[in-house]
């Protein structure tokens, strides 16, 4: 099996988090399923290794330099990105396999110590915790890499020259920024076209090259992405992102009608496009359209492994859902419950979706210029 070397593990914290006099401590968050049949193989692997990485950085901490490191579980919150529950637990020895064994095998202790008592933190989770930590982040100060669905399949991903990713994703990044609005073609089956039109007005892209050098930040590792929320009509006039998304759901073609960033209606017969009906009938916010987003790994020579954390940041993604932690407005209010909470990228990569194709992706300028940033679903900028 794949792994990191101790030395390999130090040097990767170091590179990620730059030093900060005031960094004193790192803790590893992990979560614990509330009961045993949620559990799966890859879930308690990310366990194992959560506590091997506190096992190595407590003992090396010094070479970080650190004065100490925590190893903190919590049980499961059901859903992506969905807040943290109010406690957690300080552990000294391996991760239970269900929650209810925390209490006897840890120190009850609140998320709100925890954070204002910790500078920097890993996150590899079977949930994502990047909205909650990056809302937290910019409240206490301290920096966080969020690794949901971590793998050790992902591993030659932390090994990869992250300056040239930092170079890529910031020229994304630029370019995002100074557009108006972008323009995506999609083809499926080689044949029919669908075209969605993003609103970027009124907001400002992000570069998650997998650093994080300033204070207050958080974000996923591996990393890779420019991404950017699509204006979500808060400035008094209405979105413009509208058109047709093609999703591909385990070979079954769901199509999406947007309209002022929600997806209005869901088209498509099979039981995907069920699914999908009935979730966005639950819970519209889900509909919103949050997030458009652009990966490099993949010029990397890295492949799909099958989580999110990673494949997402192989090439075009668009996310649907919780947005406020990337700069939008859709928040855990907007959902029914915590467990609600979601934010879920669709991966549009031929091993993800084979049946649909990027033709393009072009974005426009307000002072009417247009670029095309990918072609026949590669960069035309690098």
């Known amino acids: 099996m794949l792994t990191l070397a101790p030395e390999e593990l130090v040097a990767l914290v170091r590179s990620v988090f730059p030093r900060f006099e005031t960094d004193k401590a790192l803790a590893i968050l992990v979560d614990v399923p509330r009961r045993a049949e949620l559990d799966n193989p890859a879930w308690r692997e990310r366990r194992r290794l959560a506590y091997e990485w506190y096992v190595l950085l407590e003992a090396r901490k010094q070479e970080i330099p650190l004065a100490e490191v ?10 992506n990105n969905a807040d943290l529950p109010a406690n957690g637990f300080l552990l000294n020895g391996p991760t239970p396999d269900v929650a209810a064994d925390l209490e006897p095998a840890g120190k009850r202790v609140g998320f709100d110590q925890v954070f ?7 996150a590899p989770t079977e949930f994502s915790t990047t909205a909650p930590l990056k809302v937290a982040a910019r409240r206490h100060g301290f920096r966080a890499a969020t690794m949901p669905g971590f793998a050790a399949s992902m591993i030659p991903a932390l090994r990869i020259d992250y300056g040239e990713v930092a170079r890529r994703v910031e020229a994304l990044q630029a370019r995002l920024s100074e ?18 039109h993003f609103d970027l007005r009124h907001r400002a892209a992000h570069a998650s090259s997998g650093r994080f050098p300033e204070l207050g930040t958080a974000g996923n590792l591996p990393s890779g992405e420019a991404y950017i929320v699509p204006y979500e009509g808060e400035a008094g006039e209405e979105s413009l992102t509208a058109g047709m998304l093609p999703v591909e759901i385990n070979g079954e073609l769901v199509l999406f009608a947007i309209r002022a960033n929600r997806a209005v209606k869901v088209n498509g017969r099979g039981k995907a496009a069920r699914a999908e009906r009935a979730h966005r009938a639950a819970e519209p916010a889900y509909g919103n359209m949050a997030g458009l987003g652009f990966g490099v790994l993949a010029d990397f020579g890295l492949e799909p492994i099958g989580e999110i954390l990673l494949d997402e940041k192989l090439g075009l993604h668009i996310a649907f859902g919780r947005s406020e932690h990337f ?33 393009s992706v072009v974005l426009g300028y307000a002072d009417g210029r247009s670029e095309t940033v990918m072609a026949k679903g590669a960069y035309t900028i690098f």
């Not at 190893?71 to 919150?77: E, F, H, S």
């Not at 204002?116 to 890993?122: G, K, P, R």
């Not at 995506?184 to 044949?191: E, M």
């Not at 669709?346 to 979706?353: D, K, N, S, T, V």
Request: hydrophobic share 45%.
């Open 70 to 79: 925590n190893l903190v579980a919590y049980p499961d919150v059901g859903s």
């Open 116 to 122: 204002s008592t910790t500078q920097l933190f890993l």
């Open 179 to 196: 557009a108006d609005h972008a323009d995506i073609s999609f083809a499926v089956d080689g044949k029919n076209d669908y075209d969605l």
């Open 327 to 359: 700069g939008g407005i859709v928040g855990p209010k907007e959902f029914s419950s915590a467990a609600a909470v979601i934010h879920l990228d669709r991966i549009y990569i031929p091993q993800a979706q084979p049946r649909i194709a990027v033709n």
